[in-house]
């Protein structure tokens, strides 16, 4: 997949670039973003750098994973981090960090609406998928925000420096955003 711009009435989501290294690494010391998420923990230099000159861009060269430097279209300033990390045929799973200073305006919840639907309008996502730990509070409610339906909880579901945790899961459908799919979704019946 080519390198994607997507933009919102707030905010301009792009490939992470390696000019984003600093602001990267400055927002990954935050303890919640190294508590909640995957990322390394202490969180160096070389793990940004990594970030923003290797794992990004080969994401998007191989199509595995999709991940948009969240930025704010006055100032360029990083507010956020958003990828879609490919786990199937048409399913793909989201993930996001905000920046401690940049929290509670909403950001993440409209850059996670303009990723679900260019997922599903120009990636082939039919089904998008979200986890996270349980207490992880603050990811949930973005989700519930973006629309996301909670299925439940996956015991010992997320693996997450060295422990196994049970985790949340929760899904969101071209459909929920009204939008079509090529492949009919036939639910269960209850």
């Known amino acids: ?3 994607t711009v997507l933009t919102t009435g707030r905010l301009l989501l792009r490939p992470f670039e390696p000019a984003d290294t600093e602001a990267v690494f400055q927002a990954c010391q935050d303890p919640g973003i190294q508590r909640w998420t995957s990322i390394p923990s202490p969180y160096e230099r070389e793990h940004a750098e990594s970030f923003t000159g290797r794992i990004v861009p080969d994401g998007w060269r191989y199509g595995t994973a999709y991940a ?4 704010t279209r006055g100032g360029g300033e990083l507010v956020a981090a958003l990828s879609s990390i490919t786990r199937g045929e048409g399913i ?4 996001y960090w905000a920046a401690k200073p940049h929290r509670g305006r909403g950001y993440v919840t409209e850059a996670v609406g303009a990723l679900a639907h260019w997922a599903f309008t120009a990636a ?3 089904r998008l998928e979200w986890r996270a ?3 992880n509070d603050a990811s949930r409610a973005v989700a519930e925000k973006a629309g996301f339906v909670i299925e439940g909880i996956q015991r010992s579901g997320i693996a997450n420096k060295g422990v196994r945790r049970d985790g949340w899961v929760g899904a969101l459908l071209p459909s929920d955003l009204g939008l079509p799919t090529d492949r009919p979704y036939l639910p269960a019946r209850a």
Do not use: N, S, T, Y
């Open 92 to 95: 793909a799973e989201i993930g």
């Open 133 to 135: 730990e349980v207490g």
């Open 1 to 3: 997949m080519e390198p």
């Open 124 to 126: 082939g996502v039919e």
């Open 68 to 71: 948009f430097a969240v930025l």
